[in-house]
Each structure stands twice: as C-alpha cells, then as structure tokens.
Nanobody, 121 residues
Framework: QVQLVESGGGLVQAGGSLRLSCAAS????????MGWYRQAPGKQRELVAA???????NYADSVKGRFTISRDNAKNTVYLQMNSLKPEDTAVYYC???????????????WGQGTQVTVSS
C-alpha cells in the first residue's frame, strides 16, 4: 500500500499564492514520477504539472510561468508552488505518484484524496 497525504489548499484572492505539498509513504521501492492534477466542477481531470525522479518537469500551458513543481526525493514529497493565481485555477487538486512497490517491484499508481483550491476574483 502507498499513502499520499496532501496539504496546502485553501482560499486565496486572485494574484495570490499557495503552496501544495504531497508526501508519499508506505511500501515504496522507488518513485518514477509525481504530479499534480486538477478537476474543476463539470470538467475532466487535467494534468497541472509533473516531475520525474531525475527532475524532468512537464507543465500545462495554462500554468507555465506561474506554477513551479519540485520534489524532495529523500522525503518522497512533491510540492507545487502556485503564484499569480487566477479564478480559473479554482479546482480540486490531486496528487499522483507512480513507482514500484518494495519487495515485489510491481508498478503502482496512486492518487491522493484531493485538496480544494479556491481563487476569488
């Protein structure tokens, strides 16, 4: 089993900043990639940003230049620094982790429970 614990969501005014954190724990041998997705009401879940174990990053066009993803491999934790927030960034943000279980080395793919980010205009 792998557990993902998210924190850092909340309510902020447009132009403000928030920092999301997601810590992975459990039977983890290795983590290949961690990322953040979001889902707004009535819309499909979409990728916001992802980062591999080697540090390669990928961002949605809508957040490039405003959001920064980073990770602490020693803590199995990924962060999402969100600056210049806009009302359209309002959504539930989900953490995702993909890796391999310890012992069996079977791949896993887990999601966090989600954290609400609300940006007021």
């Amino acid at each position: 089993q792998v557990q993902l614990v998210e924190s850092g969501g909340g309510l902020v005014q447009a132009g403000g900043s928030l920092r999301l954190s997601c810590a992975a724990s459990g039977s983890i041998f290795s983590i290949n990639a961690m990322g953040w997705y979001r889902q707004a009401p009535g819309k499909q879940r979409e990728l916001v940003a992802a980062i591999t174990s080697s540090g390669s990053t990928n961002y949605a066009d809508s957040v490039k230049g405003r959001f920064t993803i980073s990770r602490d491999n020693a803590k199995n934790t990924v962060y999402l620094q969100m600056n210049s927030l806009k009302p359209e960034d309002t959504a539930v943000y989900y953490c995702n982790s993909r890796g391999r279980y310890s012992g069996t080395y079977v791949p896993y793919d887990y999601w966090g429970q989600g954290t609400q980010v609300t940006v007021s205009s």
